[in-house]
């Protein structure tokens, strides 16, 4: 082996012992990494399922400490309906929860209270280490069913002695295990501490069949034959101490390592190619060294060439032979040159240098021939292959002892520094092609002074400097909010590669302008000194647009107050305490409805000038259509203060255009964190404040826990309104109306019942209003024309058919409702004719939308139905709109009657609304007639009907009938 190959094979056994030895130490790694990364997946699985398990039982269990809670507080009011409350409870939960297989009531030894199967077994899993979560659900263990499946014993204490006994379906398991992405082959499985299976994501059928090895450890990780299919996984285990169940995750080893083998057999290959080149490398080395001693004479031979080539800078050499007219060139210049000879004549030289070089190379060349001049030229040459290549030439004349002149020098091939320069030259033109004509303003400057060096056009035309005014100045002069240390630091971030996004500054122009621009920097050398390209976006009217945008989404167009849900971002931003008012105001959407749109722009614009101020002084203030403003008190020593200050102005008059308007507020109140510690919490609950304020008839209502209760009582019973109409529940109780000189029955005014199972009934004031805020009051106020429309079939086949049934409808049915078409089809439907239902409607109802009203009640009277207008005398009636609305009876309120024959201001109401029903042509009834007396004073005043329990109390049909006798 030669000297020259003994460090190359040493280097290349070193390098290969150390690429074998990384390559080990990295698949070692990387292998590694994959087990623990699969570890952190199984058990992120395995705590995910946990979690969501949690979540599942922790639902289940609020829904059976509901029942459970409403049981203890049936028996606690209801003690005799308590049994059938509770079962009803009961259903409901099975109907809404479809994991729950079935609910029994049991005793503590499992001993079953109410319908379904008990657990003889109860006392052994009712224990602590079985309770979920140190809460009230204990777990029990698997059950089979009689349809062959399985379910899971759960139980709730209901009472000391009493359980609520739960089986719930394995699906719920299955449905946790099966929300998780595992892959093909990876596992998840749900079993209990007693080892028995109740979820298995790849064999759902593996329920029956007990783990191998019950867990014992809060969490472990393994690696083994983990689902009993022979499969090697990754495994962890979740067992909490809390918590009765065990969920466990897998993830298969072989899918794990597919991509390490596949790493295995890339850096084998990598090896392998390495080796394969060292010996490439070997072959080519030994080979080469033996060329290399042929080659010596060679280098001999030429090393007085390269000597003088290396002192003149690496360059070839040339001459001239003035007798011959020959040129030479040495062997560096020929292949540098690739010339196939070592000379030739001038005349054949010159044929290949450029038409445009020739007349001056020719004129030098002889200029030093003849006249001893120094030869320097530039000068492209043509090569045999058809290229060009441009040449440096220096040369002189040589003195000789001959007579003939010789010439001597070298070439220097300068092609690519010329290219070079071309290009420079280009981008140059093109830079400032691009710089000048560029549509935004662009500006290069010092790095270090920050003066302008260059400006192009587009800055010069938006700015309105000059570019001579321009260059005395420097970036500052146009960005003056910013200071020269922080434009310095940002141009040190730009140029060091740092995190330096555009961002939004302010310029200014020369006649003192401001506008917003996005600033985008960047470093380069300019004229050989540090500089930076600054060119600036001119965003004024997308930021002001984008701003309006924000504005928009969270503020109210008309009033220009922040909308609540804005309200609320803003308020979860702040960590102090606040206290929030909400106000309702009643009749500000009634001043639109009635006289117009333009009247009720003017109150609300009062309105919001009134409570703008609060909400200045005091805090936020928010408008939420069409009737409710919310302030937000942040300063919690003023809270009581800001709260006169809302009650004293919502209470006064608001002048309109021509009048004034007395609105009738209803204020909640509710604080934060005491109320809620989310802002939607603690304005839902000033929101539910108001409305309880509104149901109890006071203005001023703060929320408190027991407003809760109530508000959730209302929202139950508003579910067991929706069950009672699809059961059909309600029925109808009838009251007469009579003629009050003669006594005769006049008509029937259907009133609404909801009895109960245990006797007795719901009052209508419970659910009527209930009936409207939740919108049931429509499918419940059709339910009442088709019952009242049977009635009155009822009335006819017992010889009543002239007997007409009066039937009271609601705002939300008249005007969001084809109601005559209700009337008229439930007519029909009992071939009734139309005179024989009648509608009444409260005067408080009908003003609402006094336009859409009237169109209502002439389809009614065009279909032949009375119209009898309630409650005359308490609303807010425009009697330019009830003189034209086709109406057929007025009736008197009973606040009117009380006491009339008594009561000289009662009287006097009801002498004049007497005389303006009758000089209308309408029917007058009096309502709340129970004295004697009342009646002979309304018969002694001309009145046409009466109503009252002194004529009849309301009862249901058939006891009505019995009553009337026959016709």
């Known amino acids: 082996m030669s000297p020259a190959l003994r460090p190359i094979t040493a280097f290349g ?204 450890l809060p969490l472990a990780s393994l690696l083994a034959d983990s689902g009993g299919d022979g499969i090697r996984r990754v495994a962890a285990l979740n067992a909490p101490r809390d918590y009765p169940l065990v969920v466990f995750a897998g993830l298969p080893y072989d899918e794990i390592m597919a991509s390490w083998r ?15 080149g060292f010996a490439y490398l070997f072959h080519n080395v030994h080979r080469g060294a033996r060329r290399q001693a042929r080659l010596a004479e060679a280098l001999r031979t030429g090393a007085a060439e390269l000597a003088l080539a290396h002192r003149v800078g690496k360059v070839g050499t040339w001459s001239i032979d003035g007798e011959g007219r020959l040129l030479n060139w040495s062997a560096l210049t020929r292949r540098m040159l690739a010339l196939p000879l070592r000379q030739a004549s001038l005349q054949v030289f010159y044929d290949h240098v450029h038409a445009q070089d ?13 006249t001893g001049r120094a030869v320097s030229a530039l000068f492209r040459l043509r090569l045999h292959d058809g290229s060009h290549r441009w040449l440096s030439v220096q040369g002189d004349r040589v003195r000789r002892r001959t007579p003939q002149p010789r010439v001597t020098g070298v070439v220097t091939d300068i092609t690519e520094r010329v290219r070079s320069q071309a290009r420079v030259q280009q981008a140059e033109r093109q830079f400032r092609l691009v710089f000048d004509r560029n ?96 060119l600036a976006e001119d965003v004024s009217q997308r930021l002001a647009y984008e701003r309006d945008l924000a504005w928009r989404a969270s503020h109210h167009p008309g009033t220009g107050l922040l909308m609540v849900q804005a309200l609320a971002e803003r308020l979860d931003s702040r960590a102090d305490p606040y206290t929030v008012i909400h106000v309702q105001l009643r009749g500000l959407q009634l001043v639109t409805d009635t006289l117009g749109r333009e009247a009720g722009e003017e109150v609300l614009q009062a309105v919001v000038a009134r409570l703008g101020a609060l909400g200045l002084r005091y805090g936020l203030l928010a408008y939420q259509p069409a009737e409710d403003f919310v302030l937000a008190v942040t300063a919690t020593h003023e809270a009581e203060r800001a709260l006169r200050a809302v009650r004293d102005t919502v209470s006064e008059p608001v002048r309109g255009r021509d009048s004034f308007h007395q609105l009738e507020p209803r204020i909640g109140v509710a604080v934060c964190p005491d109320d809620g510690s989310r802002a939607d919490q603690v304005l839902g609950h000033a929101a539910k404040a108001a409305h309880a304020a509104r ?68 009052p209508p004031a419970d659910f009527i209003q209930l009936c409207e805020d939740t919108g049931q009051i429509i499918a419940l106020g059709r339910w009442v024309i088709q019952a009242a429309a049977r009635a009155g079939q009822v009335l006819a086949a017992n010889g009543w058919a002239g007997l007409p049934v009066a039937v009271n409808v609601s705002a939300m049915q008249l005007f969001n409702t084809d109601l005559a078409g209700d009337f008229v089809r439930a007519a029909a439907a009992c071939g009734l004719p139309p005179g024989a239902l009648q509608m009444e409607l409260t005067e408080s109802s009908l003003m609402r939308n006094p336009a859409q009203a009237m169109q209502v009640l002439e389809r009614m009277n065009a279909n032949g139905f009375a119209v009898a ?75 046409d009907q009466v109503q009252g329990y002194l004529l009849g109390r309301p009862r249901p049909l058939a006891e009505l009938l019995a009553s009337l006798g026959p016709a």
């Open 695 to 762: 149901e109890n008839g006071v203005v001023v209502l703060r929320f408190d826990q027991a407003l809760a209760r109530r508000h959730a009582e209302r929202l139950q019973l508003a579910g067991r309104i929706h069950l009672a109409i699809e059961r059909n529940e309600f029925e109808l109780h009838f009251q007469p109306i009579r003629h009050a000189a003669s006594g005769a029955p006049a008509l029937l005014e259907a009133l609404l019942r909801w009895p109960q199972p245990g006797g007795g009934y719901i």
């Open 262 to 276: 596949t790493h295995l057999a890339v850096a084998i290959g990598i090896y392998l190619l390495y080796l394969g």
């Open 358 to 370: 020739r007349a001056a190379l020719q004129a030098q060349v002889a200029g030093a021939l003849d």
């Open 869 to 943: 207008l309630d409650d005359f005398g308490t609303g807010f009636s425009s009697m330019s709109y009830l003189q034209h609305l086709p109406l057929d009876a007025l009736k008197i309120d009973r606040a009117f009657v009380a006491d009339v024959e008594r009561n000289p201001r009662n009287a006097a109401i009801c002498r004049a609304l007497l005389s303006l029903g009758h000089g209308m042509g309408l029917v007058v009834v009096a309502e709340g007639v129970e004295t004697q007396g009342q009646l002979d004073w309304l018969v002694a005043h001309g009145c």
């Open 439 to 534: 549509p935004a303003p662009v500006w290069i400057f010092d790095a270090a002074t920050l003066r302008f060096l260059e400006v192009n056009q587009a800055a010069i035309e938006r700015y309105g400097y000059s570019r001579g005014e321009f260059l005395a100045m420097g970036l500052p002069d146009i960005r003056p909010q910013d200071s020269h240390e922080e434009i310095l630091r940002t141009l040190e971030d730009v140029r060091h590669g740092r995190d330096a996004s555009a961002r939004v500054h302010m310029h200014r122009r020369r006649d003192g302008r401001r506008f917003e621009v996005v600033a985008h920097l960047a470093w380069l050398e300019f004229d050989g000194r540090a500089s930076g390209l600054l």
């Open 13 to 216: 056994v070193l390098i290969a012992l150390l690429l074998a030895a990384s390559l080990v130490a990295m698949l070692w790694s990387d292998r590694d990494g994959r087990l623990q990364s699969a570890q952190r997946q199984s058990l992120a699985l395995a705590t995910g399922g946990e979690r969501l398990l949690r979540a599942e039982l922790a639902t289940l269990e609020r829904a059976l400490r509901g029942v459970a809670s409403h049981g203890r507080e049936y028996r606690r009011q209801s003690p005799e309906q308590a049994s059938s409350l509770l079962a009803t409870s009961l259903r409901v939960l099975l109907e809404r929860h479809g994991d729950i297989a079935a609910v029994t009531v049991v005793d503590d030894d499992g001993a079953p209270l109410s319908g379904g199967r008990g657990d003889p077994t109860l006392r052994h899993w009712t224990l602590p280490q079985h309770r979920v979560l140190t809460g009230e659900l204990y777990v029990g263990g698997l059950e089979a069913v009689p349809d062959g499946g399985l379910v899971l014993r759960t139980a709730v204490p209901l009472q000391p002695g009493e359980w609520l006994l739960a089986r719930l379906h394995l699906a719920l398991f299955e449905r946790v295990v099966g929300s998780l992405d595992t892959g093909d082959r990876g596992l998840v499985s749900v079993a209990s501490r007693h080892g028995q299976l109740l979820a298995h994501s790849l064999d759902p059928a593996a329920m029956e069949r007990s783990l191998a090895r019950p867990p014992h």
